[in-house]
């Protein structure tokens, strides 16, 4: 079974008159890393959102074709289901982060979905230590630099501990040395078995992928 299955995949903007996703098919196994390349403009971001099921529940449009999370097509999951299964970041860590405090950050997600809070505080503990960033739990996420911040929007989305992580040119904002931080955390990541979904269009930002899917290739 592959932790992820795409099969003849379509979408188009509502008011656009073509399709920026046209008959998209592939699979992804579980814990391998896969990086989604392509030229500005052909749908990499879309494909995203198709996969995390922000294509139809919030973005609209016309979709066609299928998308499957280790076997269960995603039109029938709950939001609950898929937050679980599935985690996404995007490029720009401010647009994820809203809370005062780094705690009230991590917590925001799994006290919605009503996870004890002691296991809520021993996650937080866990991955903050992992990330290298305990001091700042109680810190203003918005006094933090571009990469500290970025770690956080990846730490928020750990806390629901998500099997596949998607991750939408994170790295397009983040200096040299935060690069490198996040590099490593991906890096441990793939190690614990997660499926990684790695979208860039820099070369040097996807050398940890198993193998390159060219998106709009014919």
């Not at 039109?75 to 937050?83: C, D, F, G, M």
């Not at 001091?135 to 998500?162: C, F, H, T, W």
């Not at 490198?180 to 190690?191: A, F, H, T, V």
């Not at 990684?196 to 998106?215: F, G, P």
Request: proline share 3%; with cysteine; glycine share 6%.
């Amino acid at each position: 079974m592959y932790s992820i299955e795409v099969k003849n995949l379509s979408f188009k903007y509502k008011n656009m008159k073509e399709n920026i996703l046209n008959h998209v098919n592939f699979q992804v196994k579980a814990g391998e890393t896969v990086a989604i390349i392509g030229q500005s403009g052909c749908g990499k971001s879309t494909l995203c959102n198709c996969l995390c099921g922000l294509i139809p529940k919030v973005y609209a449009g016309e979709l066609s074709g299928d998308v499957f999370i280790y076997g269960e097509n995603i039109k029938n999951l709950s939001h609950a289901e898929i937050v679980r299964r599935i985690g996404i970041i995007f490029q720009n860590p401010a647009t994820q982060l809203f809370s005062p405090t780094i705690e009230d950050e991590l917590a925001f997600g799994p006290e919605n979905l009503c996870i004890d809070r002691e296991e809520i505080d021993f996650r937080m503990k866990k991955i903050l230590k992992a990330i290298n960033m305990e001091e700042y739990r109680y810190d203003n996420p918005n006094n933090l630099s571009g990469g500290q911040q970025q770690l956080i929007a990846i730490a928020s989305v750990l806390m629901l501990k998500p099997s596949i992580l998607i991750c939408d040119e994170i790295m397009s904002w983040i200096d040299k040395e935060g690069k490198e931080i996040i590099k490593n955390l991906l890096l441990k990541l793939k190690d614990e078995g997660k499926t990684i979904i790695l979208v860039d269009h820099e070369v040097e930002n996807i050398q940890l992928a198993d193998r390159i899917i060219h998106l709009g290739e014919k």
